[in-house]
T-cell receptor, first 113, second 116 residues
């Protein structure tokens, strides 16, 4: 079945601290693991993604790590800034051969100045 | 940077009426999608479309819904006989063109549908 969970559901950090959000999925055939950022009333915006043949990927202050054996992947944001405040969704693809993304339940990140 | 564009941005419709939401995907993309997001909830997959046919659809995408690519640039979602529970933000998305980039999905700004 399609089961994607995120933890925590809310996360409050001080500006400059790091934030980590974990996504657990159930479909062992998933091979594409993106993270989307959604500001209030806006579209989901792709911020970073990783494919199953890679364990870690970094883009400036953002990184994603993948543990395919344990079926989870995590978003890491370092040196958080107030503009990082948003809802973050993981959205692994379902079935491996499809483009269907199954969104997680979302994590509300609040960065306190 | 190319973007997925959607119209209208907001539509209010009477229950039972038909609604058509329009999208212009990124020009060289070949894979098209509709997702929806009920207020305060997660984004849900509705349908994917490739090579002029539906490639996959969710349980939400029942006979009330249909998609069409009427020309080379537009991609539409039609909802027949709208219900109150159809009220949501509907996101169009696209990806491609090649197999290596088909997973990288870009979303439009959304069409907010309110059924009254």
């Amino acid at each position: 079945g399609e089961n994607v969970e995120q933890h925590p559901s809310t996360l409050s950090v001080q500006e400059g601290d790091s934030a980590v959000i974990k996504c657990t999925y159930s479909d062992s055939a998933s091979n594409y693991f993106p993270w989307y950022k959604q500001e209030l009333g806006k579209r989901p915006q792709l911020i970073i993604d990783i494919r199953s043949n890679v364990g870690e990927k970094k883009d400036q202050r953002i990184a994603v790590t993948l543990n395919k054996t344990a079926k989870h992947f995590s978003l890491h944001i370092t040196e958080t800034q107030p503009e990082d405040s948003a809802v973050y969704f993981c959205a692994p693809n379902y079935g491996g051969a499809t483009n269907k993304l199954i969104f997680g339940t979302g994590t509300l990140l609040a960065v306190q100045p | 940077e190319p973007e997925v564009t959607q119209t209208p941005s907001h539509q209010v419709t009477q229950m039972g009426q038909e609604v058509i939401l329009r999208c212009v995907p990124i020009s060289n993309h070949l894979y098209f999608y509709w997702y929806r997001q009920i207020l305060g909830q997660k984004v849900e997959f509705l349908v994917s479309f490739y090579n002029n046919e539906i490639s996959e659809k969710s349980e939400i995408f029942d006979d009330q819904f249909s998609v069409e690519r009427p020309d080379g640039s537009n991609f539409t979602l039609k909802i027949r006989s709208t219900k109150l529970e159809d009220s949501a933000m509907y996101f169009c998305a696209s990806s491609g063109p090649g197999p290596s980039s088909r997973n990288t999905i870009y979303f439009g700004e959304g069409s907010w549908l309110t059924v009254v």
